[in-house]
C-alpha cells in the first residue's frame, strides 16, 4: 500500500512497470485530496512509484509517502 498526504497539493500516485502504467490513484474517496493505491506484484522486479499533484503543477514542501 502507498498513500500520500498533504495538506498542500491535490495528491496523485502511480505506479510504473517497465511495459508502462500499471496502476494509479488521485484520490483515496471524494472527501479527500489524499492517493493511496494497493499493488501486490506476481512478479521480482524493479518498480517505479511515481509522486506528484493533480495536474502534474510543481509544488516544494513535505508530502510523506510511507510504503507498507
Not at 502507498?2 to 500516485?13: C, G, I, N, W, Y
Not at 484520490?27 to 485530496?33: H, I, P, V, Y
Not at 492517493?35 to 506484484?41: E, K, N, R
Amino acid at each position: 500500500t502507498v498513500t500520500m498526504s498533504s495538506t498542500a497539493v491535490d495528491s496523485f500516485l502511480e505506479l510504473y512497470y517497465f511495459t508502462g502504467r500499471v496502476t494509479f490513484n488521485d484520490n483515496q474517496g471524494t472527501s479527500t485530496t489524499d492517493a493511496q493505491f494497493t499493488f501486490t506484484s506476481t512478479v521480482s522486479d524493479i518498480f517505479i512509484i511515481r509522486a506528484q499533484s493533480t495536474g502534474g503543477t510543481p509544488v516544494t514542501g513535505a508530502s510523506p509517502l510511507p510504503l507498507q
